[in-house]
């Protein structure tokens, strides 16, 4: 017995210890780039060109130094399980089936991020994705207004917005939004249809039951895909992705 007890002593003691800000940095943040068939419109127009976002972010973030992949589906159990971050881009994002919400919490429990542009926020169940993401908007209601907006920063102390200025662009906005508790907004803008300020990109963070704390970063706009390449709205996404992934949001940027 007391061999067996220095045999035990001798090995070594390993702790887990969970994913933080520094530790993730040491290694190329992984993201999912979930997007969808090109909608409103004729190829070649500029509205809602998800498979454009789609080839040209996967590009652009392995380009950042990220480990960027991308589909036009949901991605699979094994996909989220190299993923740190899941970006949704593509109409009705947040409507899913019950094996893709299933994939989605348990994403989600095990800390993983989520970053949701534009119509990715819409879900037939708005209640339960805003849950999920901090704010949605419900399929089939008329909560879209288009016009140039000029988009606000609420929160100039937060790392996505820390510095960035007051932008404005020809873009849709979206009101009569889902809220969770928890949820904080960084912009806003008054919609042009009925004048009222209203959250257009925000952060939420959150743990569901069991599970390990989550972040969530959501905008939007974009319904032109254009206004990807305005310099301070492609910086906000970028510092959305990195916020996500709890790395340096300052990571992906400029």
């Not at 089939?140 to 932008?167: C, I, Y």
């Not at 873009?171 to 803008?189: I, Q, S, W």
């Not at 249809?193 to 039951?209: F, K, L, R, S």
């Not at 206004?227 to 510092?239: A, C, D, Q, V």
Request: with cysteine.
């Amino acid at each position: 017995m007391k061999h067996f007890l220095v045999v035990l002593a001798a090995l070594p003691v390993v702790f887990y210890t969970p994913m933080t800000d520094l530790s993730a940095s040491q290694t190329p943040l992984r993201v999912f780039i979930r997007a969808g068939e090109k909608t409103h419109g004729p190829a070649g127009n500029d509205e809602h060109d998800y498979p454009a976002f789609m080839k040209d972010w996967t590009a652009l973030l392995n380009a950042r130094g990220a480990s960027a992949r991308s589909a036009l589906r949901f991605p699979t159990a094994d996909e989220l399980a190299a993923t740190d971050v899941l970006v949704i881009h593509t109409g009705d994002g947040g409507t899913c089936s019950i094996a893709e919400r299933g994939l989605l919490e348990t994403f989600t429990r095990r800390g993983g991020g989520l970053v949701v542009l534009h119509d990715g926020m819409c879900s037939d169940d708005a209640a339960w994705f805003a849950g999920v993401a901090g704010a949605a908007k419900q399929h089939g209601e008329r909560n879209w207004s288009r016009g140039v907006l000029k988009m606000q920063v609420a929160d100039e102390a937060h790392p996505v917005t820390k510095g960035l200025p007051a932008f404005e662009f020809n873009d849709e906005a979206f009101f009569l939004l889902r809220k969770a508790p928890g949820m904080h907004v960084l912009m806003t803008t008054v919609v042009p249809d009925n004048g009222e300020v209203t959250p257009q990109a925000w952060v939420y963070e959150h743990t569901g039951p069991g599970g390990q704390p989550y972040r969530s970063f959501v905008s939007m706009q974009a319904h032109y895909y254009k206004n990807f390449s305005h310099p301070t709205y492609r910086e906000l996404i970028l510092r959305g992705i990195a916020w996500a992934g709890r790395r340096d949001a300052a990571s992906l940027g400029k």
